[in-house]
């Protein structure tokens, strides 16, 4: 198989809630592709899906042998009262050696916190080092779910910014869910959009080719968002029998 994932057909359910619905997809060695979708479209459960934490009740899910998965969560809890320095935080649960968590967090780009303590992080910096323990293991695929939640929006497009280096350096693939849909629009190879089923997929130029686009996206990334539009410039598969009209600026803002 020359994808390093492979969906076919994957049926996902919560009792008796079906949360995917035969959902069909690759990722190639590489490339970067977003997922956006409504809040509930199951974009967490893939994820976890993927990295096998849930099981789908039917389909298949393949994975290139030995594929190194990097994760970065959408958020992390630490006991704020527990010291603990980054250094620390980076050899659990497997110890790693002063080499290799230098250089994760020399990749992540905050090669200096090793000795700060995690619960005095700012945001930003707390992102930077789950993304650090996410490289630690030199993934062939880099998952972030949401990782910039919570980050204003310079901080957030530095982290995407600082993803696309990543994986030129890497050369991993990174598939990523996230709100802020300039950034599906700057840094994603692909877009793939879940409503429960992959209702469609495609270039983000297809949409950053419209005009209103240009014309609000080269002034800032606020406007942007509005531009999303579901309900045309893509193809829609047989059997996409829900509503396509989302609004993309409340979907962006939860
Ligand atoms: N562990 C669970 N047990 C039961 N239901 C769950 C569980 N996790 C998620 N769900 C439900 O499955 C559906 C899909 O959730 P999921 O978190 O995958 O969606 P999402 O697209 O990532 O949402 P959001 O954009 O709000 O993060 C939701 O209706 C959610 O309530």
């Known amino acids: ?25 690759s990722i190639a060695p590489g490339e970067i592709v977003t997922i956006v979708g409504p809040n509930g479209s199951g974009k967490s459960s893939l994820l976890r899906a993927l990295i096998g934490a849930l099981k789908p009740a039917s389909g298949q899910i393949n ?11 959408q958020k992390l809890h630490i006991d704020p009262t527990l010291p603990m320095t980054v250094r620390r935080f980076l050899s659990l649960p497997l110890k790693i050696i002063d080499a290799e968590a230098a250089q994760a967090l ?3 780009g905050v090669y200096d916190l090793g000795p700060r303590q995690m619960s005095l992080l700012s945001g930003g910096q707390f992102q930077r080092v789950l993304l650090a323990r996410a490289l630690l293991h030199k993934p062939q695929l880099l ?31 990174v598939l990523m869910i996230s709100h802020e849909l300039h950034v599906v629009m700057s840094a994603s190879d692909r877009v793939i ?33 509005a531009l999303y539009r579901h309900d045309h410039d893509h193809a829609h598969g047989d059997g996409c029998d829900h509503d396509h009209t989302h609004d993309p600026v409340n979907e962006a803002a939860d």
């Open 63 to 73: 994975r290139a042998s030995g594929l190194r998965i990097g994760y970065v969560p």
């Open 1 to 25: 198989m020359n994808a390093l994932v492979e969906f076919q057909d994957v049926n996902l359910s919560y009792g008796a809630q079906k949360v995917l619905d035969d959902v069909n997809l």
């Open 106 to 108: 020399q990749r992540a």
């Open 143 to 173: 998952l972030l779910d949401e990782a910039t939640q919570g980050l204003d929006q310079p901080g957030s497009a530095a982290f995407y910014r600082h993803i696309e280096k990543v994986r030129d350096e890497l050369n991993c693939a």
């Open 193 to 225: 959009c879940l409503n429960g089923h992959v209702c469609c997929e495609g270039k983000p130029d297809v949409v950053a080719s419209a005009p209103e686009y240009r014309a609000l996206f080269g002034t800032g990334t606020g406007g942007a968002l």
